[in-house]
């Protein structure tokens, strides 16, 4: 048993939990909004488009996530600049445009000569992580993770009933936004996680999972937390074992709890409603 | 003027790249004409999913030594099962079922690589190797290029019809089911090809930009066949003999251009660019109404 808690024993370790800790609740967290408001694609999108802002801060000797922030807003902008503008369906637009971003990136990349690791940027470098990112990745996640949650009843009010909320008069377009920017702020703190590609399921797979659990939705944000934070420590410790890609691990320990909730979720699990059928 | 022009012609004196800009040109050609059946059935992020999917496919059959169009088509149609199979039997909406499905099966990819590293290249997968296609590979792309061409070629009406009206193909004796489960087989062979030209993150795009910008150009579906495969091709094509001058990064250069060309379309088209509008709103509003 101790030789299994051994990563416990080594800071590269512990920065690695501690930052995963972070990462895991902050998506979490945002994903239960995600998934109601059918913003899934965004986050996909999003998390590709920051590619040239993170090469073009590279450039300019600006912070990467300044530039990856901007590139991040700035997909979201476009798209819905496009989408008002053209006859074209937004699932489309958001593809031609994200995939715009990633490939103009890509070229950048490879006109650039830095010391920057391009697979890292892909798939997440939780090892890797530097002490004074560490402190970054919480102080960021932790103002994320503050206005999500202090915004929790209007923000909830724009995903589920957005007519409700002009009736209320909310503040609507400004919310969106401010999800948006939410949104985006979180795929950068990520990244150094997770990387690029695997970062949505962090924003899409807590909140599904909490879906089937529960109809309450201050639940649901708790459950949500509690898979991602579970399945993330998890996946560091057997990555650890087994020698194989972190962020790989943590997103597939979140695959399997969320087939195991598919299947026997108290009330929205296959098994249960396959019993209430049967009677 | 005489060095420029030898300048601008170094890149054919090079047999791999010859060989990438024609295999670049197929397989966008073969991508561009799918990518209009993809944009009218609203399929876009259906593209995006089954090129993530394929990875764990495409890692297995390089382990063992298979094809990787053989690994990389099965996985891709399980994937399409798995998502079929949670959308019809839970609460989950649509589109985070296809998030969790495709990352699920990209992060098995991802780990049979990291745990056998020496095998398989990540980066080829992620981004693409055209300039170092092996010659089997080839063979794959054109096997595949040459089934899609044939059964869009024959069947695209009755596609058209399934994409525009699934359940106006239904009452014309048409079996939507059966049109349903070839078009998805089509996407993932597709996706297969396009995985050697582009990679696994920018495939979406070559499935999708042309018939976005050929849906700008055109009312008309049979145009708009030849309009997507055309800008498939030309822009391939370009972006291939323009990597040389760029280390490589052949995906980039590709899918910049498309959206390059995508932009222009959403500006200057004659009836549906931005512009157009702007100038139909303006002589409206110069017309008095009566």
Redesign the interface.
């Known amino acids: 048993m101790t030789e299994f808690f051994e990563p416990l024993y080594n800071a590269t370790m512990r920065d690695a939990l501690l930052v995963g800790t972070m990462v895991a609740t902050m998506c979490a967290v945002l994903s239960c909004f995600l998934i109601l408001k059918g913003w899934s694609l965004m986050g996909d999108a999003i998390s590709h488009a920051v590619l040239p802002g993170i090469v073009l801060a590279y450039i300019a000797g600006l912070p990467l996530s300044i530039g990856a922030f901007g590139a991040g807003l700035f997909c979201a902008v476009s798209t819905g600049f496009i989408k008002q503008n053209s006859r074209i369906k937004e699932d489309t637009v958001m593809g031609v445009v994200f995939t715009g971003l990633f490939a103009f990136g890509l070229v950048l990349f490879s006109r650039t000569t830095s010391d920057m690791h391009l697979d890292h940027i892909l798939v997440g470098n939780i090892l890797g992580i530097t002490h004074s990112q560490v402190w970054q990745t919480l102080g960021l996640g932790g103002v994320v993770l503050g206005v999500t949650l202090a915004l929790r009843r209007d923000l909830l009010l724009i995903c589920f009933d957005p007519g409700q909320a002009r009736v209320m008069a909310l503040p609507d377009r400004l919310l969106n936004y401010l999800l948006l920017g939410l949104l985006s702020l979180a795929i950068v703190v990520s990244l150094q996680a997770v990387g690029i590609i695997l970062v949505v399921a962090m924003l899409v797979t807590p909140g599904s999972i909490a879906h089937l659990w529960t109809d309450r939705f201050d639940r649901m944000l708790g459950i949500a937390a509690a898979a991602a934070v579970s399945s993330t420590v998890a996946g560091i410790f057997i990555s650890y074992h087994i020698d194989g890609s972190t962020g790989a691990c943590i997103v597939l320990v979140q695959a399997l709890l969320f087939v195991a909730s598919l299947l026997f979720a108290p009330k929205y699990g296959i098994v249960r409603t396959r019993t209430v059928a049967a009677k | 003027m005489t060095e420029l022009i030898h300048s601008l012609l170094t890149p054919f004196q090079y047999d791999y790249m010859l060989r990438a800009i024609w295999v670049s040109a197929l397989i966008g050609g073969t991508c561009g004409f799918l990518s209009s059946f993809v944009?009218l059935k609203?399929w876009?992020?259906m593209?995006?999913a089954l090129s993530?999917a394929v990875v764990p496919g495409v890692a297995v059959a390089y382990i063992l030594g298979l094809p990787f169009a053989l690994g990389a088509f099965v996985a891709g149609l399980l994937a399409a099962g798995t998502m079929a199979f949670?959308k019809a039997?839970?609460?989950?909406?649509e589109?985070?079922?296809?998030?969790?499905v495709f990352?699920?099966y990209?992060?098995?990819g991802?780990?049979l690589?990291?745990?056998f590293p020496a095998r398989v290249d990540?980066?080829v997968i992620?981004?693409g190797n055209i300039l170092g296609i092996s010659d089997p590979d080839i063979e794959q792309v054109i096997a595949i290029s040459a089934v899609t061409l044939l059964v869009l070629g024959f069947k695209w009406k009755d596609l058209m019809l399934f994409c525009f009206d699934a359940s106006q193909a239904r009452t014309l004796g048409l079996r939507p089911v059966l049109l349903h489960v070839t078009l998805l087989a089509l996407l993932a062979a597709t996706a297969v090809a396009a995985l050697q030209a582009v990679g696994a993150?920018?495939v979406?795009?070559m499935l999708?930009?042309p018939?976005?910008t050929a849906?700008?150009l055109t009312d008309r579906f049979g145009k708009m066949l030849w309009l997507s495969s055309g800008i498939g091709v030309a822009s391939s094509l370009v972006g291939a003999y323009a990597s040389y001058y760029?280390?490589?990064?052949t995906?980039?250069?590709?899918?910049?251009l498309?959206?390059l060309v995508?932009i222009a379309a959403?500006i200057f088209a004659p009836k549906?660019g931005?512009l157009a509008?702007k100038r139909r709103a303006r002589s409206a509003e110069a017309v008095p109404s009566p």
Do not use: E, M, P
């Not at chain 2, 039997?89 to 909406?93: A, D, G, K, T």
């Not at chain 2, 760029?246 to 990064?249: D, I, L, S």
């Open positions: 944009t609203g876009s992020l593209g995006d993530h949670i039997r839970s609460r989950i909406r589109d985070a079922t296809i998030g969790i990352t699920a990209f992060a098995l991802l780990l690589i990291s745990l990540l980066k992620l981004l993150c920018l979406v795009a999708i930009t018939g976005a849906y700008l760029v280390n490589g990064a995906g980039g250069c590709i899918v910049t498309q959206t995508f959403f549906h931005i509008s």
